[in-house]
């Protein structure tokens, strides 16, 4: 039997309060009430607000504890000890080991015993019965966790299968929003991430690779909700998910109704098609080089031609100073090169920045904008087909026998029809200038490819400060751009 006065309170709060929760304040009155009677001294507080009783890593519970291991308390006091722990006698024993100062590894005495006791009448100077009713009502608290978590999942289930939103948080791209047409919450379209999904879906569509999207995205400041940037594990699994469609998951699948049909009761961001063209697209593991998978070196990285033997120019060093240069690899690599030719990155950048900008930068900046027909549904009907197939492997039934011969119609119909990509160019509402101003040195480089069908160096004169315009060989690609330029020159 301990015999010491010092008393350390511990206290528990639930992270969903209901009308059957006390008040942190009204606890606290009781145990200081059940001290008092007892004739003890406080010396520690311990509160752990809103954290679970199935966690066992608690801050305060832990200190808790760690108070009668040290000596810092020879009594343990609590509201109620059902409140300690919502996983029964797992963590009632580690509990007992600690009152009955016992190392839980080998079960020998480890430090001085300590008394527990609560407002409710439970106080561990009453041997037998004590441990009888602390087993108890720690079994007692795991069971009512338990019915609490299915009262909440049965009732998050009822409210999808409803069309309505069951909490937590929205997906990336929503907001949850009152019912228009009734009781609880719905999810809405938030404008503004919805535009990031869309903008990053009809990138891939036209080609480019996930991992160009999301330096885009990161440049233009547009930042996920729990990160500081994007990454491509968290961008592809938006664009590849189901809540993008408007669908409600559950387990990880979307949500079906009795017929078997996937429930979508929420407006979507993306088309079945698209997303299925995305589930496609960003399953590829060998990205096209030519839209940079990998972040490009420098601007006209890849678009410098050697005068002399054509080979395109690498950056490189040189000087002293370790100028960064663009210059032709050809002698370098073992090969001829009459008349090898380079120039100062930052000097000829400048010069072709300002050569195109002042050629095309006040006309409209146009995109690329796909558009994807059947082949999405085709390949939702392929992917529901190949979800059934699994389930009769081991569980056939009359149900998923009439889904599939359901779902095999739907394909026979979708096949029948030709599905189509198509692609259109819109305007951004921005000029090139613009655009530029704001785009990485992907999209620029890329500005730059596009518009121009060539450049190729020429030698340039030692000593010559600057970048001399007449070293430039520059082939528009388009030759209303060159007559467009030759009026500026004038």
């Not at 509990?95 to 300590?114: M, N, Q, S, W």
């Not at 839209?291 to 678009?303: E, N, T």
């Amino acid at each position: 039997m301990t015999t010491g006065n010092r008393a350390s309170i511990y206290l528990r709060l639930s992270r969903a309060a209901d009308e059957t929760n006390v008040s942190l304040d009204g606890m606290l009155a009781d145990v200081r009430a059940i001290l008092a009677r007892e004739g003890l001294a406080e010396v520690a507080l311990h509160i752990d607000d809103g954290v679970s009783g199935g966690r066992r890593d608690r801050a305060e519970f832990i200190a808790w504890l760690d108070d009668a291991r040290t000596g810092a308390a020879d009594v343990l006091a609590t509201f109620h000890t059902d409140r300690l722990t919502r996983e029964g006698l797992n963590v009632a024993a580690s509990i007992l080991d600690v009152v009955e100062g016992k190392d839980p590894e080998t079960g020998r005495p480890a430090h001085a015993p300590a008394r527990l006791l609560d407002a409710k009448g439970l106080d561990s100077n009453d041997g037998d019965a004590f441990r009888f009713r602390f087993v108890i009502q720690a079994e007692v608290g795991r069971a009512e966790r338990e019915r609490i978590r299915d009262r909440a999942r049965a009732k998050a289930r009822r409210l999808r299968q409803a069309g309505r939103w069951s909490g937590g948080p929205a997906p990336y791209g929503y907001v949850a929003a009152p019912n228009p047409d009734g009781p609880g919450r719905v999810l809405a379209i938030e404008p503004s991430e919805a535009a990031v999904v869309r903008e990053a879906a009809e990138a891939v569509l036209s080609g480019d690779t996930l991992g160009r999207v999301v330096r885009r995205l990161n440049h233009a400041g547009a930042k996920p909700r729990r990160a500081k940037a994007w990454s491509r594990q968290a961008l592809g699994q938006i664009l590849t998910g189901d809540a993008v469609l408007g669908r409600i998951v559950l387990g990880g699948k979307p949500l079906r109704d009795d017929q078997g049909k996937i429930i979508a009761p929420f407006p979507a961001i993306i088309t079945e098609a698209e997303s299925a063209a995305l589930r496609s697209a960003l399953a590829v593991r060998t990205p096209d080089a030519r839209k940079g998978g990998r972040k490009p070196a420098r601007l006209l990285s890849g678009l410098l031609a050697c005068h002399s033997c054509g080979a395109r120019l690498q950056i490189g060093v040189s000087g002293p100073r370790s100028v960064n240069v663009y210059r032709c690899p050809t002698k370098a690599g073992g090969g001829i090169c009459a008349k090898p030719v380079s120039a100062s990155v930052n000097a000829i950048e400048e010069h072709v920045t300002n050569r195109f900008l002042r050629a095309v930068g006040h006309m409209p900046m146009m995109r690329e904008r796909v558009t994807v027909s059947t082949a999405g549904e085709l390949a939702a009907v392929d992917a529901e087909i190949r979800e059934v197939l699994a389930s009769l492997a081991t569980s056939a039934d009359a149900v998923l026998f009439q889904r599939l011969q359901r779902l095999q119609a739907e394909r026979a119909e979708l096949a029948a029809a030709q599905p189509q990509q198509h692609s259109e160019w819109v305007p951004t509402g921005r000029t090139m200038a613009e655009h530029w101003a704001q785009s990485l040195v992907d999209d620029r480089r890329e500005m730059l490819a596009s518009a121009v069908r060539e450049f190729v160096l020429l030698p340039g004169q030692r000593g010559r400060h600057g970048f001399a315009a007449e070293r430039l060989i520059w082939r528009w690609a388009d030759d209303d751009a060159a007559e467009r330029e030759e009026l500026l020159s004038e």
